[in-house]
């Protein structure tokens, strides 16, 4: 792994679009884990370290929305992505009130959405400092 390689949690259930953000992140350079539901999510996400966590709102088992929150409470400075289809205003709100540091929706572009997460672990990284 380089030195600017992220350990990514990629949260999405539906198994194309997983593999592919996994695909596109790991061609990046980066390391990833991939689940496909809120809970697996929230236990990898508490238990583990990551530098990024990429979130579907709309997930088997628990939403996007109460992983980023059970995430935001216990690890208050991980850098969480909403990547979802949901885009209206109300949802956007919904996903960067409940702890979200940005919000992206489907359909996205691959440049796109590796400078965005870049971006966030830039930003996380200098408070940090």
Do not use: W
């Not at 990429?54 to 850098?79: E, F, S, T």
């Not at 956007?92 to 400078?115: C, I, M, S």
């Amino acid at each position: 792994m380089s030195p600017d390689a992220l350990k990514v949690l990629v949260v999405e259930d539906e198994p194309g679009l997983r593999k592919a953000l996994t695909d596109l992140l790991g061609r990046d350079g980066h390391h990833v884990v991939a689940v496909e539901d809120g809970v697996s999510a929230l236990e990898r996400g508490l238990r583990d370290a990551y530098d990024v966590v990429l979130l579907d709102v709309m997930l088997p088992r628990m939403n996007g929305i109460d992983v980023c929150k059970g995430l935001r409470a216990a690890k208050p400075g991980l850098p969480i992505l909403m990547l979802t289809a949901r885009g209206s205003e109300e949802d956007k709100v919904n996903g960067l009130q409940g702890g979200a540091d940005d919000y992206v929706t489907k359909p996205f572009g691959a440049k796109e959405l590796l400078a965005r997460v870049r971006a966030l672990h830039r930003r996380a990284a200098a408070a940090q400092d």
